[in-house]
């Protein structure tokens, strides 16, 4: 608990009063504020409880602990900042507001403000809303709240058990979110204008959400960026529990887990997902599960049904997602001939739709096409797929669809994965966003792109055509944004063999 400041801001929430700090004129920030109790302890491999109430008023000015994990191996560190900050209450959120001289400022209309609420990605393994590039500043300028959540990872938010709750993680985001609908008022958020966004995991999240009855009416609109409903069933994702288990030595129980040192679990989870890619999802990784509680059905399934018709979507990836795993570990250059054909076989692609990839890039080297079409099957083509499936179920003029195309000159990383972060935050100016785009990046196309995650969190419409059977997608960079209609449609139609 903190004395007052004059000053300070302060939000009075259901468990109890916080003080923030004043960002900037006319923006409040409210960090490491807790959505859940710690979950370690008695607590710990457990779902979510809600946050003891407290007395007096709550200091809010520090980033929150951050949930247990290790740092991206090298060379992906120096490009992707993971900061970790030691303690238990790592269920925490982040709030940035518009805030004026003596509270929440309302809206033009003097309704509550449109609210953003942000899950990082990291392969379920990393990242928090701690990373500087994540920063909400710009968003509550533009007069949207923006709440960053932290959740559960690794063994502890997804590890599989017969005596535990699976989705731990994912039960974390939900909890997230019921706690926004309950205090986003307090910062002059709406809880009726609840868009959630997310890149990566956070985006495979997102579409793991929008197939969940347990965040069914919890938001209006989804962002998903650079990642596609993805789930596993829970035989299959408890190997990887059962590898870590045999690392330690212990039976693969919650309850034996439990009583395991932290930093040797830690140690022992790095060891067996080592050699796990995002990309190829080769090796061992944690993944969401098909549990029957969260997940009733795959949400690959569930939202080609049309489960996600209900709410307004944006769906986009990188040009060169693959270029984040291939370029800094010299995979494009090593990559053979024959071990392209090795990599085709093994994850079964049609051998017509390499044809056709190949043909489209007679300059290409192997490692370039491999990335291309493992960019294109596991986010392009499968969001493709929903937008397609929410036309026919009815969503149609609620669908927008966009590409981020600016390549870095930083280690040729080209439009990788996670580049288009630092311009739909606008935050191109902190150093850990310059990392990978390097100090020239245009910030007019982050002030567009910005732009447009707002008026889409705003009113549902990012300023572009809605998807229809033309499939117009906007192209973010270089140059201007444009919108494409449908863009390398052969190769699109070369999946359909």
Known sequence: MTERKADAPEAALVAGRVRGVRVRE???GFLGVPYARA???ELRFRAPEPVEPWEGVRKATEFGPTAPKRP???PLDALLPDPAVDGDDCLNVNIWAPWGPSGP????????RPVMVWIHGGSLLHGSNAVPVYDGTAFARDGVVLVSVNYRLGIEGFGVFPDAPADLGLRDQIAALRWVRENVAAFGGDPERVTVFGESAGAISIAALLASPLARGLFRRAVVQSGAPMAVPLGRARRTTEAVARRLGVPATAEAF?????ERLLTAQTEVTAKGSPLTGGGHAFRIVVDGEVLPRDPAEALAA????GVDLLLGTTTEEYRLWFVPNGLVERLSPLMLRAALWRTRVPSRTARVYRANRPQARPGEVLGALATDKLLRVPLNRIAD???RSGAAGRTYLYEFGWP???LGLGACHALELGFVFDTLDTPEAEAMTGPDAPRDLAAAMHAAWVAFAAEGDPGWRAWDAERPVMAFGPGRPSLVLAPREDERRAWEV
């Open 72 to 74: 991206y191996a090298p």
């Open 408 to 410: 870095s000159p930083v």
């Open 105 to 112: 400022a309302a809206g033009p209309d003097g309704a509550g």
């Open 389 to 391: 499936a929410r036309l």
């Open 306 to 309: 049309g489960e996600s018709a």
């Open 26 to 28: 006319g923006v409040a």
């Open 39 to 41: 979950p370690f302890g």
């Open 258 to 262: 439990a009583a395991v040192d932290r």
